[in-house]
Nanobody, 119 residues
Framework: QVQLVESGGGLVQPGGSLRLSCAASGSAFPIVAMHWHRQAPGKQREMVAMITDIGTTIYADSVKERFNISRDSAKNTVYLQMDRLKPEDTAIYYC?????????????WGQGTQVTVSS
């Protein structure tokens, strides 16, 4: 059973920084991509950033130049460094991994971690 453990959320002032971590364990199959999504109150969940097993990254336009996603493949851990945070970044942040299982690939979600940007 794949488990994801997220950490690093909290309260930060506008302009500040936070670093989220998500460690995956228990997968018998390769993890091909690791994502961060977020969901603000009253809004749909949206993808923030993703990184593939070969290091390709994609960012939402709203976080480009401010957030950086990285991955430690040996530890099956993904990080999200968030700088110059804004109040509109306030949301629950969820980690998601894409597993190359057979017969079908599957997604596994973390429990979420709250990020609040407020003065």
């Amino acid at each position: 059973q794949v488990q994801l453990v997220e950490s690093g959320g909290g309260l930060v002032q506008p302009g500040g920084s936070l670093r989220l971590s998500c460690a995956a364990s228990g997968s018998a199959f390769p993890i091909v991509a690791m994502h961060w999504h977020r969901q603000a109150p009253g809004k749909q969940r949206e993808m923030v950033a993703m990184i593939t097993d070969i290091g390709t990254t994609i960012y939402a336009d709203s976080v480009k130049e401010r957030f950086n996603i990285s991955r430690d493949s040996a530890k099956n851990t993904v990080y999200l460094q968030m700088d110059r945070l804004k109040p509109e970044d306030t949301a629950i942040y969820y980690c998601k991994v894409v597993i190359r299982s057979t017969p079908n690939w599957r997604d596994v979600w973390g429990q979420g971690t709250q990020v609040t940007v407020s003065s």
